[in-house]
């Protein structure tokens, strides 16, 4: 199967939030017709009524794909819906944190394909990273288009089994917060050391992305990037003693966070 079939037989969208919308935009972007697409949603944007995609209007009687993207609290409500398309054809795809596959097996049929997937905000403007798995009925050719299907926005990864999608979790699909949240740190340090505000945000905001973009780019990894520039004894050893104490720094800080993040997904899994 491929994204020629999905334009043939059609895709449908059960939740277009702001990861289905960032998802639809590439895919529309990409050359999939706006008319092979069906998109189920209580509250369409503006911009969604204007893609010219078939808007609530039911669903064909055999997509080629149908991608989960409601919330987790709307599951149980939306889910049902598609109970007709299960046991066949059709290859389900879900972005929808916290439920397992299990749980769509159950209710959608055991003979059903279903990949699940992590991805991340930072797909809004095509540069997220998301991971998938499939049940014993998603073949090689469904994982390809899956991967296909979420290239659109980002990264992709394979994982060996649903029990990683928890620690995905808690480093990519929670992991922009960190971010966000060392940014706003970040510049809150360098105002506190006599920077206006605005300068030390743009500041904190440049560094944070350059950085990141670097360490994507670069051929060294990030240990030897960070060496790269760290002078003896200069200012940047001054930070890095701090940053890098095993009792209070990075490397236990984050991997509280982590776990915290990853328990927390487990625990959700369960109900």
């Known amino acids: 199967m491929t ?28 050359g999939l017709p706006a008319t092979s697409v069906w998109v189920l949603d209580p509250n369409p944007s503006d911009w969604l009524a204007k893609t ?23 599951m149980g409500d939306a889910l049902p819906s598609m109970q007709a398309l299960g046991n066949a054809q059709t290859l389900f795809v879900s972005v929808a944190a916290g439920t397992p596959i299990a749980k769509f097996e159950e209710v959608l049929g055991t003979q059903t394909p279903i990949v699940r997937a992590m991805p991340n905000t930072p797909a809004a403007i095509g540069r997220g990273i998301s991971a998938i798995v499939g049940n014993s009925h998603a073949t090689q050719a469904h994982m390809a288009l899956a991967d296909a299907l979420l290239s659109a926005v980002g ?25 966000f949240h060392l940014i706003e740190t970040l510049a809150a340090a360098g105002a ?80």
């Open 192 to 271: 506190a050391q006599g920077l206006p505000v605005e300068m030390a945000m743009q500041l904190a905001k440049a560094t944070v992305a350059g950085a990141g973009a670097l360490a994507e780019a670069a051929d060294e990894g990030p240990s030897q990037l960070r060496v790269n520039v760290t002078s003896p004894n200069g200012t940047t050893q001054a930070a890095l003693e701090v940053l890098m104490d095993p009792k209070g720094g990075f490397p236990v800080l984050l991997a509280r966070a982590v776990k915290a993040a990853t328990d927390r997904s487990k625990e959700l899994a369960r109900g």
């Open 3 to 30: 994204m020629e079939d999905v334009a043939a037989r059609g895709l449908v969208l059960l939740g277009c939030g702001k990861m289905g919308s960032a998802m639809l935009a590439g895919w529309l972007e990409g």
């Open 52 to 74: 010219g995609v078939h808007l609530n209007e039911g669903v064909p009687d055999d997509p080629a794909i149908a991608l989960i993207a409601v919330k987790p609290q709307m």
């Open 155 to 179: 990264q992709v990864v394979h994982l060996e089994n649903e029990g990683q999608i928890d620690a995905v979790t808690g480093v990519s699909g929670s992991g922009p917060a960190y971010v």
